[in-house]
C-alpha cells in the first residue's frame, strides 16, 4: 500500500494581511476616546428643564462643557471634540449668557439654517473660554459692560457669522477679546456700540 500522502494548507497572504487589518481597526476602536457623533438643537426654548423632549441650545452646550447628558435624553451627551448643529431656523433669545467651558473643543454650526442667537438687548449672547468655531450663526442684541454680544477668553473663531446690534457700556461693543485669540473669516461685524472704547472688535 501506498504511504498516504498529506497536504498541509498555507495560509494565503492575502487573507493574513486582511485579518492583521481588521485586528489593527478593532484596536484602534477600543483605544480611541469616544468621540460625540453631533448635538441638535430642535427648539428655539431658552431653557436647562430636563426630559421635556426639547434640546436647547443651552442644554446643547451644557452637555459639551461636561461631556455627559444633563438633559437627560433631551439632548446627545457630550464626549470629547463636540458639534451643535440646528434641525431648523430658529431666533433664540437667551436670558443670560450661553457659556463655553468645556475642556474640549466645540463647534456651534448653522450651516444651511437662518439660525439668530440674541441676548435681546439685555445679556451678552456668548461667553468662551474654551476652544470654540461659531459658524454660519447670527449673533445680534447684547448687552454688557465688556462684549455686548461676545466676551472672549479662549480660542474663537467666527466663520460665516453676523454679528451686529452689541452694546457694551465699557469697551468692546461686538466682542471683547481679553489674552485670547480670535479669528474671523468670511464674518461681519456691524452696528456695536461701546461707551468707552472700540465698538466693533476690542482686544485687551
Not at 27 to 54: F, H, K, M, Q
Not at 73 to 99: E, M, N, R
Not at 132 to 159: F, K
Not at 169 to 176: E, R, V
Request: hydrophobic letters at 40%.
Amino acid at each position: 500500500m501506498a504511504d498516504p500522502v498529506l497536504f498541509h494548507s498555507r495560509p494565503r497572504r492575502g487573507l493574513i494581511v486582511l485579518l492583521a487589518g481588521l485586528l489593527i481597526a478593532a484596536l484602534a476602536l477600543i483605544v480611541a476616546p469616544a468621540r460625540a457623533a453631533g448635538i441638535v438643537v430642535n427648539t428655539a426654548d431658552d431653557n436647562t428643564t430636563a426630559n421635556d423632549g426639547l434640546c436647547t441650545l443651552r442644554e446643547a452646550i451644557v452637555n459639551a462643557n461636561g461631556d455627559f447628558d444633563n438633559s437627560l435624553g433631551d439632548c446627545a451627551a457630550g464626549s470629547g471634540d463636540d458639534t451643535i448643529t440646528f434641525d431648523g431656523d430658529y431666533t433664540i433669545t437667551v436670558a443670560s449668557p450661553l457659556d463655553v467651558l468645556s475642556a474640549d473643543a466645540l463647534t456651534i454650526d448653522g450651516t444651511g439654517r437662518a439660525v439668530t442667537v440674541s441676548g435681546g438687548g439685555t445679556t451678552t449672547v456668548l461667553g468662551n473660554s474654551s476652544e470654540l468655531v461659531v459658524r454660519g450663526l447670527t449673533l445680534r442684541d447684547g448687552r454688557a459692560s465688556y462684549g455686548g454680544i461676545i466676551n472672549n477668553q479662549g480660542t474663537l473663531e467666527l466663520v460665516e457669522t453676523v454679528i451686529t446690534g452689541g452694546k457694551a457700556l465699557a469697551q468692546g461693543g461686538g466682542i471683547w477679546n481679553t489674552f485670547a485669540s480670535l479669528t474671523i473669516t468670511d464674518s461681519t461685524v456691524h452696528s456695536n456700540a461701546a461707551d468707552d472704547g472700540v465698538n466693533g472688535v476690542e482686544t485687551a
